[in-house]
């Protein structure tokens, strides 16, 4: 009965500390992003293959063939290698140039 409560108490403890981590937010530049189907490729492979992704943004770049990725993650760590893999087969069309914590 003692394990069980002290197990319980780990868990609890896990899951608010869980609770209070902030989010970290990412940005970059990627290619090939070129229309509204492109951005929802984009997006649902970031937040299908990386669990702790909360959302995922693309915006006009400074220049047309670059646009601005803002991913927004529970954990600290995501780096480009990772957002790249997640994208499996589509990174031969979209191109992540770029990603750094701010």
Known sequence: ????????S??????AAAADSKPVTYEGK?????C???K????????QKLPDVV????????????????IVSRQDGLTKEAATEALGTYA???????????
Not at 1 to 8: C, E, N, Q, R, Y
Not at 10 to 15: F, Q
Not at 30 to 34: L, N, P, Q, S, Y
Not at 40 to 47: D, E, G, Q, R, W
């Open 10 to 15: 780990l868990a609890i403890a896990a899951l």
């Open 92 to 102: 031969k069309n979209y191109q992540i140039l770029s990603l750094a914590k701010q």
């Open 1 to 8: 009965m003692k394990t069980l409560i002290a197990t319980l």
């Open 36 to 38: 509204v189907s492109c």
């Open 55 to 70: 959302s995922v943004d693309i915006k006009a770049g400074e220049t047309p063939e670059a646009q601005k990725l803002i």
């Open 30 to 34: 990627i290619t090939g992003v070129v």
């Open 40 to 47: 929802s490729h984009v997006t649902a492979a970031l937040t």
